[in-house]
């Protein structure tokens, strides 16, 4: 697996009212966090620009007591390296802190197969923390690496009624669950690109909330879930079974058991 990638449509820019920091409060950014908003400089968001952002909104939507420790491992084009994947792995399997990993991104393989590479990262996090991963945006039944791995959570997207799969959700026997993934609401960057307005709207003017769609959203409602369950007392591996039991749950054919807040 030479690349790792997730793609989603554009982003859709939302007005949120929310409070302001305070004045003298300087905001964090860390070199390995930091999004890049316009990598090719041609004054236009990038593709895939805030998805670690807008990941990390719907992780605290769940889980609001969550401290996230992230990793930037993709572009702003969604695209990324393997090798960059399992340096971020191993750099949470040296700290042995992490009780649940999100991994929104993934991809198909030629032979069907994982890497052996990207699966012994994953193991060496150890049994005591969870990881869900996305299913894939490619409306297939193809195994998506990593999420398809038997230690891993894969989690495909619901449309807009939760009843049903969105058109671009990946599907199959090696599906856990399945969450909204459509017209999801979350935090995201602050842009505005060159776009002129249409019909009194800016297209392209982002004030740090968005509306998207896709399984990478879908995977941190459930890592989110299992998250704000844990921190109640039980287990990350406990919270999971409670989170994924069928007996607790609608379940679905090929898209597993259904979380729908």
């Not at 554009?10 to 007005?15: K, Q």
């Not at 894939?136 to 690496?145: E, H, I, V």
């Not at 609401?185 to 998207?212: C, H, L, M, Q």
Request: with cysteine.
């Amino acid at each position: 697996m030479p690349g790792v990638h997730d793609e989603h449509p554009a982003p859709r820019s939302l007005t949120i009212q929310t409070s302001k920091t305070r004045a003298n409060e300087p905001p964090i950014k860390r070199d390995e966090v930091t999004e890049v908003l316009d990598a090719d400089l041609d004054f236009e968001l990038d593709a895939q620009a805030g998805h670690g952002t807008f990941i990390a909104g719907v992780l605290l939507q769940h889980a609001p007591a969550a401290r996230i420790r992230a990793r930037r491992v993709l572009g702003g084009d969604g695209v990324g390296d393997e090798v960059d994947v399992v340096r971020a792995l191993s750099w949470l399997a040296s700290w042995g802190r992490a009780d649940v990993v999100n991994l929104s991104l993934g991809c198909h393989t030629f032979d069907d197969r994982p890497s052996p590479v990207l699966a012994r990262a994953i193991a060496a996090l150890g049994r005591r923390t969870v990881v869900v991963a996305c299913a894939g945006n490619t409306a297939s039944d193809r195994p998506f690496w990593p999420a398809a791995l038997k230690s891993v959570i894969a989690v495909a997207a619901l449309d807009g009624s939760r009843r049903d799969r969105a058109w671009f959700s990946n599907y199959g026997w090696w599906v856990d669950a399945c969450a909204p993934g459509v017209d999801i609401t979350s935090t995201y960057v602050r842009f505005d690109g060159k776009r002129p307005r249409v019909n009194g709207i800016d297209p392209d003017a982002f004030e740090g909330f968005a509306g998207w769609s896709g399984t990478s959203f879908a995977a941190p409602a459930v890592a989110g879930r299992i998250a704000g369950l844990a921190a109640a007392g039980p287990s990350a591996v406990e919270a999971a079974d409670r989170v994924l039991d069928p007996a607790a749950a609608p379940t679905l054919p090929d898209l597993g058991v259904i979380i729908r807040s």
